[in-house]
């Protein structure tokens, strides 16, 4: 299928499955990670977010099995409040707005057959009444002070986080997801961020583009070398990546010795 082919229908995608399960074995969920791109990613690649950037994302593609130990990212201030306090955070929301009938941490990785290198793990679940379609709710915990030229209370979500809930909405056929947005100190708030079907054809053909790159990348280490230092890694490491003899073994990922919160 090429990237002009994109369309936003649901339908046309086949059924989703099972890549991982991220509570049964953390290592196999970040190396899964690393063999595609998840919801949080489609922002970078589209140029939605201020936090990133396309070579980021294309790099991150390419470290899956050349450069594993290029992964060095141990997480920050917000990864660490995503990872620690979403669960409370989303079960006061539920508490006090009781806006599903029930909800439940989602477990699984989901990928869909039709774009098996895309990926969604949203952060909870929420159920209706008699209704057994789950609806995705990402959970973010956000500083007012640092990121409220991004973040404004009581007001719609970064572009980024809205194009990721509308992906994991899509990828597990439900009409929308629900945002649950922590400003420190404050209530959680929420945002319903609905399915749009043009928006997510328009972004299908943009990730499909990226991800012809990413695959001819792999495949020419000079041109792999230069996308890696445009996204930030030392070129140091990079040419000791790029200059291992061939057939050397893998070098132990340093997130396989050391695991550590990834971002939300």
Not at 54 to 80: C, H, M, Q, S
Not at 103 to 121: A, C, F, I, K, N
Not at 135 to 156: L, Q
Request: hydrophobic share 40%; aromatic share 10%; proline share 7%.
């Amino acid at each position: 299928m090429t990237a002009q082919a994109w369309s936003g229908r649901r339908s046309d995608y086949g059924a989703w499955t099972v890549r991982c399960n991220s509570k049964a074995d953390r290592r196999a969920w970040l190396a899964a990670r690393r063999d595609g791109w998840g919801a949080s990613d489609v922002g970078k690649v589209c140029r939605l977010t201020p936090y990133g950037n396309a070579d980021e994302v294309r790099a991150k593609a390419i470290l899956v099995k050349a450069f594993p130990e290029l992964d060095t990212f141990r997480g920050n201030a917000n990864t660490w409040a995503g990872n620690t306090l979403a669960t409370p955070v989303a079960e006061c929301w539920h508490d006090r707005t009781k806006h599903y009938a029930r909800v439940e941490e989602w477990e699984d990785m989901l990928v869909v057959d039709g774009v098996p290198h895309l990926y969604v793990t949203p952060d909870w679940r929420g159920y209706v009444a008699g209704d057994n379609q789950p609806y995705p709710i990402e959970v973010k915990c956000v500083d007012p002070k640092v990121h409220a030229e991004h973040w404004a209370r009581g007001g719609r979500p970064p572009k980024h986080v809205t194009a990721q809930a509308m992906f994991q909405a899509w990828a597990v056929g439900a009409p929308a997801a629900t945002v649950v947005q922590w400003h420190w100190g404050a209530y959680p708030e929420d945002y319903t961020v609905e399915v749009n079907e043009a928006a997510i054809a328009w972004a299908l053909g943009e990730l499909a583009k990226a991800w012809l790159e990413v695959t001819q990348l792999r495949h020419d280490l000079a041109l792999a070398h230069d996308r890696l230092l445009a996204a930030g890694f030392a070129p140091k490491a990079v040419r000791a990546v790029l200059d291992r003899p061939v057939g050397a073994p893998e070098p132990e990922p340093l997130h396989a010795v050391d695991p550590e919160p990834e971002g939300d």
